[in-house]
């Protein structure tokens, strides 16, 4: 804000040092301290300077203090953003170094306890920091938060937790890695600080969606790990070095500029500006001149021309008259001999502010084509005196893309330190301690079980999607591309010949994920395509791309966005076969006029769904099964499955669990207590009535079939909430679980049921069972990984059945309503059994609908 409240800040940041003891703090000092010595050693010259002058500039400086303390006298809140004065500008060194400073500080939230019973001067100071806070949260200004958080942490207080999680998901919005750096640093510091799961998944959402680096993914996965458990490290083990060098590669395109746009007027003034860092549209790079004669809401407008090659044989958008013409395919099957046919066409780059008053969001910084209100390329929401430095969006086919866009001025185009880009983002990575950021996730009705489970679990989760990606990229990196067509994971040159089935986007929507909706389109594939070759399935993830085919030496390809496949149709008689994909987003405009790739994506469905799925577990009011779930200790089964990837548990292992399990139960005997998860699994479940509970269990007794141990494990399972049921091989397990789910069904009326398994064949024994005993069963999974025996009975040939029966009644009921036009009541012809009823029927329709001739001459009218 203004130097009043900056010379506030100092005061109270030396009172604090001053009453401060520790000997250590004082010895170190803060880094801060020498820029405020530095500005008023500034102030003593300027002071020192001003003592020469004449009277009039001591009038005038007078006066200029009169009206400085009228406007001081006045609310923060009312002032301009013209009455701003300049903030010193810190670097990324500066911030760094303070940062370290208060992790080691001792008295790091000390005053925090007296929070409450502040008065005075202290108060009010503290009270104007957090405004600024909240200012600075609302306005979207990154690096001003984490200035005015860290002066708040120098004071001895803490960041409050509703600020925290808004920096935490604003620091995301944008590309930088040291903002998002800092801002983990910032709560890795507050040792009490937590964060909710809506402020935990909606950064986690954005990081996903954006592809943002690896290492920052995984540092932001660390929130939500229990604190016995180990911390995820940057990257895993197993990367190679081509794996490591992509990956700071990604480190540095997502770095960003730490600056002070929002209150630099040096922005405002510059003459020439310098685009750089620019993938995703290369051609708004390049130098920008200052337009003298244009102005737009009081900032400057910066143009730069251009010179662009357009094909004279386009197609005019979705199902226009050029989509298919000569030119097109000649472009698509000789694109070399296609030179002729260009033309060069100069168009103007602006960058310039735009206001809609109708939707504020849209406020910000544009490029745009040609001019002002043409054609938009990039956006930044900063409302800067100047154009930003970083934080901008790439807009493609009305998608808002984050990318390393920086502006800079033209003596900094060459500077050193612009190569060191990428060590600048590993140094940003280094200063975080993966083991300081675990267990800061809390639940709404606090339970410690619960964020333990779902940051487990969803850590999991996140890893798994995250293998699954990099393992797309090495086969994509690694194998020819004629392979990767052969081998069914790749479909490359088709043509794209209707678009459809256009869903707007959701209002509420999983936290954190923005749904920009859908939209169909149908792509033919060649002739002869064998559908068993290939890699992906009815419901699978895809990518989308420009095709390569067309693509001439230099182009970039244009990845329009992911989807999955809705359908997919074989060749019927005069048809051809073809793949129908739904987008997420929108089909670009001259679709119908390009060809395009499929690739096989990660599957995104099901991680959305397994996601939610999470989230409804610990939100939601949770039955007993779910409460016994998260009761128990996460992490327990990572540490089986990494002895059994050894080759199993040694005698040492086996040993040692003996020895724990004897010195547990000598502790339970001598202490006997319940733990919560044992207690909750015996426990009625419940759903039933108490005489078919009672009927069930006579029933047991009958079934001579089983043995005792068996008839047992089916009467614990009609009893208790959670039954375990173990034997080696051949014991009979799977005719228990027929057993128990029949009599769930039958006796008991429970319905639905839901049998699941980690392997296809342990269900489909279930299936067989089920469908032995007479019970209604639906077998639901992959096609090609059920048996076919039970093809019958899975959910797709089910749905089947089910669309032609619902086309049969429908037709049934068109012939129906015609012969009733016909006749008036067919079911009463039916049912006449002499020749008076038919009589009576007759002349009852005749009465209904009588028979008129028509008029004419010849026997065709």
């Not at 459809?500 to 939209?519: H, V």
Request: contains cysteine.
């Amino acid at each position: 804000m203004g130097r009043r409240s900056e010379s506030r800040e100092d005061d109270g940041d030396k009172d604090s040092r001053d009453g401060s003891a520790d000997s250590r703090a004082d010895s170190r000092g803060d880094s801060c301290d020498s820029d405020r010595s530095r500005e008023k050693d500034k102030k003593k010259k300027s002071r020192g300077k001003s003592k020469g002058s004449d009277e009039g500039s001591r009038s005038r400086s007078r006066s200029r203090g009169r009206r400085r303390k009228s406007k001081r006298s006045r609310s923060r809140s009312s002032s301009k953003s013209r009455d701003r004065s300049v903030s010193p500008t810190y670097s990324v060194e500066d911030l760094w170094r303070r940062l370290e400073h208060l992790g080691t500080w001792r008295g790091l939230g000390k005053q925090d306890k007296q929070r409450g019973s502040l008065s005075g001067a202290e108060k009010y100071d503290l009270r104007d920091l957090e405004d600024k806070l909240e200012r600075r949260l609302t306005s979207g200004y990154r690096s001003s938060c984490i200035r005015t958080s860290l002066t708040i942490l120098e004071r001895g207080y803490w960041v409050k937790q509703e600020h925290m999680e808004r920096m935490l998901a604003q620091c995301v919005q944008r590309p930088g890695v040291n903002q998002v750096c800092m801002t983990l640093k910032l709560l890795q510091i507050c040792t009490p600080a937590v964060i909710g799961m809506e402020a935990f998944l909606r950064g986690l959402g954005v990081l996903i969606q954006r592809n943002a680096p690896v290492q920052l993914v995984r540092m932001w996965l660390n929130l939500g790990m229990p604190k016995a458990s180990k911390a995820l490290r940057e990257l895993p083990h197993d990367y190679d070095e081509d794996e490591k060098n992509m990956a700071a590669q990604e480190m540095e395109d997502a770095l960003g500029v730490i600056t002070d746009d929002e209150e630099d007027e040096k922005g405002a003034t510059r003459r020439t500006i310098f685009v750089t860092g620019c993938k995703a549209r290369p051609e708004l790079n390049g130098k920008y001149d200052r337009a003298e004669d244009i102005n737009a809401f009081g900032r400057p407008v910066y143009e730069k021309i251009v010179e662009r090659k357009v094909d004279k044989g386009k197609g005019k958008g979705k199902g226009g008259k050029g989509a298919h013409n000569s030119m097109e395919l000649k472009a698509l099957l000789m694109p070399h001999m296609l030179t002729e046919s260009e033309q060069l066409q100069q168009e103007v780059l602006v960058i310039h502010y735009r206001k809609d008053k109708s939707y504020p969001s849209r406020n910000g910084w544009c490029f745009s084509r040609n001019t002002p209100s043409g054609e938009g390329l990039a956006w930044n929401a900063r409302t800067t005196k100047g154009a930003p430095s970083g934080g901008w969006f790439v807009i493609r086919d009305k998608m808002k893309l984050p990318d390393p866009i920086r502006i800079v001025d033209e003596s900094k185009v060459n500077e050193k330190e612009n190569r060191n880009r990428r060590q600048e983002a590993l140094k940003a990575l280094k200063q975080l301690d993966a083991n300081r950021l675990k267990g800061r996730l809390q639940t709404h009705d606090k339970s410690e079980a619960a964020a333990e489970y779902f940051g487990h679990f969803c850590m999991l989760m996140h890893l798994e999607h995250l293998e699954e990606l990099r393992q797309i990229k090495r086969r994509n990196q690694r194998m020819p591309e004629p392979e990767l067509q052969r081998l069914g994971w790749t479909l490359d040159g088709l043509p794209c010949t209707s678009i459809f089935g256009r869903r707007e986007p959701k209002k509420a929507t999983m936290i954190g994920w923005e749904d920009p909706g859908s939209e169909m389109g149908c792509l033919l594939l060649p002739p002869n395509t064998n559908f068993d070759r290939l890699k992906f399935k009815r419901g699978d993830s895809v990518t989308i791309t420009e095709s390569r085919q067309q693509l001439r030496r230099g182009d970039h390809v244009e990845k329009i966005g992911d989807g999955f496949i809705a359908d997919m149709r074989p060749a019927r008689n005069h048809e051809e076969a073809s793949l129908v994909i739904r987008l997420r987003g929108v089909w670009p405009d001259n679709a119908l006029g390009r060809r395009w790739r499929i690739d096989k994506g990660a599957n995104s469905t099901l991680y959305e769904r397994q996601l939610q799925a999470m989230l409804n577990l610990v939100t939601k009011a949770r039955p007993r099964v779910s409460e016994l779930l998260i009761t128990a200790k996460v992490g327990l089964a990572d540490s089986w499955s990494k002895q059994w990837r050894q080759g199993g548990p040694t005698e040492e292992d086996k040993k040692a669990a003996a020895e724990a399990a004897e010195r547990a139960a000598a502790e339970e005997a001598k202490n006997p207590r319940d733990r919560p998860a044992a207690k909750l699994a015996r426990l009625n479940p419940g759903g039933a009535e108490d005489d078919k509970l009672d009927r069930a269990l006579k029933e047991v007794k009958t079934l001579t079939h089983l043995n005792q141990s068996q008839r047992d494990a089916v009467r614990s399972a009609l009893r208790t909430t959670c039954t375990i049921i173990q034997g080696p091989p051949g014991t009979g397990k799977t005719h228990v679980s027929v057993q128990i789910m029949k009599m769930w069904s039958k006796t008991l009326d429970l319905s639905p049921l839901l049998a699941t398994s980690d392997s296809n064949v342990a269900v489909d024994n279930i299936a067989m069972g089920l469908r032995a005993e007479s019970v209604k069963a639906v077998r639901v999974g992959r096609p090609d990984k059920i048996n076919r025996i039970l093809e019958e009975i899975t959910l797709e040939c089910l749905l089947e059945k089910e669309k032609v029966e619902l086309e049969d009644r429908k037709y049934e009921a068109r012939y129906r309503s015609r012969s009733r036009s016909k006749s008036g009541s067919p079911d009463v012809k039916r049912g006449q059994k002499n020749k008076e009823h038919k009589e009576k029927e007759k002349s009852q329709s005749r009465s209904i609908s009588p028979i008129v001739r028509a008029k004419g001459k010849g026997k065709g009218k």
